[in-house]
């Protein structure tokens, strides 16, 4: 028991001794604590050597030791730290300190991705993130749902941006193929994409934008509700952080009287719809009997006004219906059929490149192409299906008659 008594004397005087110390229980610089990990390290592999030796644990001081050399104070600290039986306390503010450097940078880190680190469980951490990382997502309004609407849905990264589209369409219309659809060439459903198949975590709203506010960031909206024969008019105000304007062009009618009263424009797929309607109907009508073959020729003719390129391809598109289609359903009438393409220029496709214009003046006036011989023979030789009407500008539409600039009339059925 003495021996025991005498070691725990000891420690106790020894632990006191370094408590007093100031400079020994002081806390080490911080490129010294880098440059003696490595060995403090190894001294606690040799402390946990040390201390598993019965032999040094039970074997009392004598006071015939041999005195210790003098250390440098680093070399002191450094021999406290890597000691047998090392002091705790030091270890763990020494820990403290680096957990707590530690804690103060993750936490910086994460604020900068906007994400908010607490104590609270690891569910209400996770939720309390979705809910941040939510509430910094950009309001981005799309008005429109053409062209421009659809490359940018595709690329939008939603994970980023809370997307809302806003357009009385709510598909992606194919506008090169309007022409053939309006003659039966290509069916609607396969120039259409729906909006949502293009992006479907966007979210779409059928309205009409009609008043954008760039103070309060906001857009008034209409939405044209029927349910049975009645409609109604439903306005509601969208806000947002970043507006996408993607609503096209509308055409120009340059003021000339009658135009949007007896013109179809070929923009929409109801204006497709509407085309071929009308085209089957004069047919039909041209088939009535006791009808003079002036009347039959007038009902017959087609004017497109404008040689540009939706001019341009619908003339060719309905030429190709005549010379096809035309001879199974109405051999007949085809010797009334006319095409006339009235430009105000003085040549069509005006934008492109004249040899392009020349190759489309070629196959719009070249002679038509029956492969029915009954029905080739019903043409004269002079006939000619599509005429071209430059430097000719439009004066007036009527219900049945287009006026010129030059006066001249030109009686039509569509």
């Given amino acids: 028991m003495g021996g025991d008594e005498e070691i725990l004397r000891k420690e106790i005087a020894d632990k006191a001794s370094l408590v007093e110390n100031e400079e020994l229980y002081s806390l080490l610089e911080t490129e010294a604590v880098e440059n003696a990990i490595d060995d403090i390290q190894e001294g606690f592999m040799e402390t946990a050597t040390v201390e ?23 070399m002191k600290k450094i021999q406290r730290v890597t000691k047998p039986r090392a002091y705790p306390l030091f270890l763990a503010e020494v820990g403290a300190l680096i957990a707590g450097d530690l804690a103060h940078d ?22 309390s993130s979705s809910s941040s990382k939510s509430e910094t997502k950009e309001r981005v309004v799309v008005l429109g749902t053409g062209w421009g609407a659809a490359a940018f849905l595709k690329g939008i990264d939603t994970d980023k941006c809370d997307v809302t589209v806003i357009s009385p369409r709510n598909f992606f219309l194919f506008t090169p193929m309007l022409a053939g659809a309006s003659v039966g060439t290509v069916e609607f459903r396969s120039i259409t994409e729906p909006i949502r198949e293009i992006n479907n975590k966007v979210d779409f709203l059928e309205a009409t934008a009609t008043e954008i506010d760039p103070n309060s960031s906001t857009v008034s909206c209409q939405s044209v509700v029927c349910a049975g024969s009645s409609c109604s008019i439903e306005e509601f105000s969208i806000e947002y952080d970043r507006l996408i304007l993607t609503v096209g062009a509308q055409t120009n009618t340059f003021g000339i009287p009658g135009v949007r009263e007896n013109c179809i424009f070929l923009k929409q797929v109801e204006d497709a719809v509407r085309i071929r309607t009308s085209i089957i109907n004069s047919f039909e009508r041209a088939n ?16 497109v006004i404008g040689a540009g390129p939706t001019g341009v391809e619908f003339a060719a598109e309905l030429r190709d219906f005549i010379e096809q289609d035309g001879p199974k359903y109405y051999p007949k009438l085809l010797k009334y059929v006319r095409i ?28 038509v192409a029956i492969n029915d011989p009954e029905v080739a023979n019903l043409f004269s030789e002079e006939f000619q299906l599509t005429e071209l ?12 008659v287009i006026s010129l600039n030059n006066g001249k009339e030109i009686p039509y059925g569509v």
């Avoid at 009235?342 to 719009?364: G, R, V």
């Avoid at 009407?389 to 049945?400: F, H, K, N, Y």
């Fill in 340 to 367: 006339k393409v009235i430009e105000a220029s003085s040549t069509i496709l005006a934008p492109f490149d004249k040899s392009l214009q020349e190759a489309a003046m070629q196959q719009l006036q070249r002679k």
């Fill in 52 to 74: 598993a030796s019965p032999q040094e644990t039970d074997v009392p001081a004598s006071a015939s030791d041999p005195v210790e050399p003098q250390l440098s104070p680093l």
């Fill in 288 to 303: 009535l009997p006791r009808l003079t073959d002036e009347q039959r020729e007038a009902i017959l003719t087609f004017a």
């Fill in 106 to 127: 993750v936490q910086n880190l994460a604020s900068s991705f906007g994400v908010e680190i607490g104590s609270s469980s690891s569910a209400s951490s996770s939720s």
């Fill in 389 to 400: 009407l430059l430097d000719s500008g439009v004066q007036e539409i009527r219900d049945d």
